[in-house]
């Protein structure tokens, strides 16, 4: 039986990749370090008799390839994960992305480990030119510092394929939503409409469109992947067939929340440096193995919406 | 006069660009941990009353930003920069070129500097689809931990350049070759030439076909261009008009050297894991600037083993 080792086990992607791998009869080892990851979304797994539980830091941890013995594959979710504060701790994103990850190869090529599965973002973009956006895009300009680590993730990744014959499958995410989510506009819409303030203030003029994609659709699509793309480096989009704007996503979670506040809206193209006016991935190459999304971006928010509502201790 | 600061001011391009401002009048410091660096290549410079030295590690001096106070523009030539080598230590190319960058750069902004120009490589296209390959070509896969680590300094700088209104420089080099070259294919090939050893023995199979610029057209570009491309952020590759194989290379320095050894070739396309079977730039964009390489790759080759001739210290 294989056996997986999950980086950021406690995470929003790591937590149901988790619960999906353990239905599958997988043994997995999970580490995390509790910093952004929630020992709450682990509750089911800790149950589980397949499932062995490391709290270690990725970036200090001693002895850390000790968890990497007789480990199949890993799938590399630990990161820093928001790519609006990048310019706010700029070697935040270096320490948590490049160089944790830096140190997951060595302790994979120490262990003989050859197989890894890495979370990358449709960031890496930049502002493409092209939309829907595919992989073999133009050579981007990175505009943000998220962007910029998980390129820098993606090429070591490469690198040590190419030079120790391991193999990946990175995959580059539109921004997910449904349960667990922690993170995102979802969450800032849903607290600045809680708050006591009288108006809703929005970063951007609010018609930057970007596409969603619901975390079953992207767990799905990341283990039809993994069995059916065979390369020793495969990049994968795993986006949605559909964009929204900013003001179709706020005019829905108000809904959502009955909400009658007033919003305004910046007289800026993007939200924040480096936020990206428009993401939409190509998901052609994706769809090849089959799978599609299944759920509308919309009804992936009022998902978001419902799951924040039964966990109010996720806004604290 | 603006004051411009060299990091890896003792290096092959570092002392070069050195010579090359100080004869502008312009104000230079340079810094170098001379680990790969050479003094002597600093010889005429330190008669300059416009240039200080200081010799000090980016990776690890404490008050390394004090060193850019008043400073106008950084020359970010300090690099691990053998391509062949990063397999062997991987961490190596990640500390003293992806982490150095995010130093110096972090000491740009405490110091309120705006400008890097950066030396970056053909590497990062990988292997590329297109030849010759222009800026703007497909998004590569990395193959190399140079590249790999390369492309995450030129994302590193860009979001700098994004988020903190900095300017930049970036250039993709073609290998250099001229007087201060102190490693790469011609310096092997002459060492194995010099050897005891009876044959000459090659990596790969000689049909690689690389494109190469002497350092003193690669001074000449890289200055036309700062002055010429006004962007936010300005990637241009530096290359020849022309590509010979390492046969036509090999046969060339064994006649500069009366040499009469038989070599022998392997049956691999590439001389290493990572090796590049072709390299040859496109350099439409930075003939715009009215630039154009003035001398012929056998020409530089001649120079280069004319230069080793009368520096057989650099063999040691």
């Given at each position: ?16 990749m ?27 797994s ?12 990725l ?5 850390l ?18 790519v ?6 700029v ?36 502002e493409?030119s ?13 505009t943000s510092?998220y962007?910029?680590?998980k ?26 939503l ?43 699509g990341?283990?039809?992947s ?8 495969n ?23 009955y ?12 939200g ?20 599609k ?24």
């Amino acid at each position: 039986m294989k056996k997986i080792l999950i980086t950021g086990c406690a995470g929003f992607v790591g937590s149901t990749m988790l619960d999906f791998l353990l239905k599958k009869n997988f043994l997995v080892t999970g580490i995390d370090n509790l910093s952004t990851g929630k020992f709450s979304f682990l509750k089911e797994s800790m149950k589980n008799k397949n499932f062995s539980f490391i709290k270690a830091d990725l970036l200090s941890a001693k002895n850390l390839s000790s968890y990497f013995s007789n480990i199949d594959i890993v799938f590399h979710f630990s990161a820093n994960a928001d790519v609006r504060y990048g310019a706010t701790d700029v070697t935040k994103d270096l320490k948590q992305n490049v160089i944790v990850t830096s140190n997951i190869l060595e302790c994979m090529k120490k262990k003989n480990v050859k197989k890894i599965i890495f979370s990358s973002t449709g960031s890496v973009y930049g502002e493409a030119s092209q939309f829907p956006t595919p992989e073999n895009s133009f050579f981007p300009i990175q505009t943000s510092f998220y962007g910029a680590s998980k390129i820098s993730c993606e090429s070591l990744i490469s690198a040590y394929c190419e030079s120790f014959n391991f193999q990946s499958w990175i995959f580059r995410f539109v921004s997910l939503l449904g349960p667990r989510y922690t993170h995102g506009h979802v969450i800032d819409f849903y607290k600045k409409i809680k708050s006591k303030k009288k108006f809703i203030n929005i970063l951007g003029n609010g018609y930057q469109k970007k596409s969603y994609l619901h975390i079953n659709d992207c767990i799905e699509g990341i283990y039809k992947s993994i069995n059916f793309f065979k390369k020793r480096v495969n990049i994968i989009n795993l986006g949605n067939s559909e964009y929204i704007t900013v003001r179709e996503s706020l005019k829905k979670i108000k809904q959502l929340m009955y909400c009658k506040k007033k919003e305004y809206f910046q007289n800026t193209k993007k939200g924040w440096v480096g936020d990206n006016p428009f993401i939409f991935l190509d998901i052609k190459k994706i769809s090849k193995t089959g799978w599609k999304p299944k759920i509308k971006i919309l009804d992936g928010i009022t998902d978001t919406v419902n799951f924040l509502n039964c966990n109010q201790w996720i806004l604290k």
